[in-house]
């Protein structure tokens, strides 16, 4: 892969648009325009889009203890309204698997 081919696919990752990714990576917008849906079927391009995406995904989603730290923040802080703090409460024991002994109205 050459490093203007690494370029387009780091960017086609981003943009999700061939003809705009070739233009950023260095190529013409004449040959852009023609040829830059042809750089994903080159397998090493192919392979780094898939890499790059891949790791894209995983860096946006939230572990389980991500999300245990924000509902513990938002379950402390004393500027949320009592309803926000009791559920991120009721939510957190529902991540731990802890229940509450709460039943709701239609539940008795």
């Known amino acids: 892969m050459t490093a203007r081919q690494r370029k387009f696919a780091e960017y086609y990752a981003k943009s999700g648009n061939a003809t705009q990714s070739a233009v950023k990576a260095g190529y013409s917008k004449k040959f852009a325009h023609t040829n ?4 994903l079927n080159v ?3 192919k392979a780094y889009v ?3 995406t891949e790791k894209g995904q995983r860096e946006r ?4 203890l991500e999300r245990q730290a924000l509902l513990s923040d938002i ?3 004393s500027d ?3 309803p926000s703090r009791l559920r991120a409460i ?3 024991n529902k991540m731990t698997g802890l229940k509450t002994g709460h039943k709701h ?3 008795r």
């Open 36 to 39: 830059a849906s042809r750089f």
């Open 43 to 45: 397998e090493e391009v």
């Open 50 to 52: 898939r890499e790059l």
């Open 61 to 64: 989603i939230m572990s389980a």
């Open 75 to 77: 379950a402390r802080d």
């Open 80 to 82: 949320e309204g009592m």
């Open 90 to 92: 009721d939510l957190l």
């Open 105 to 107: 109205k239609d539940e």
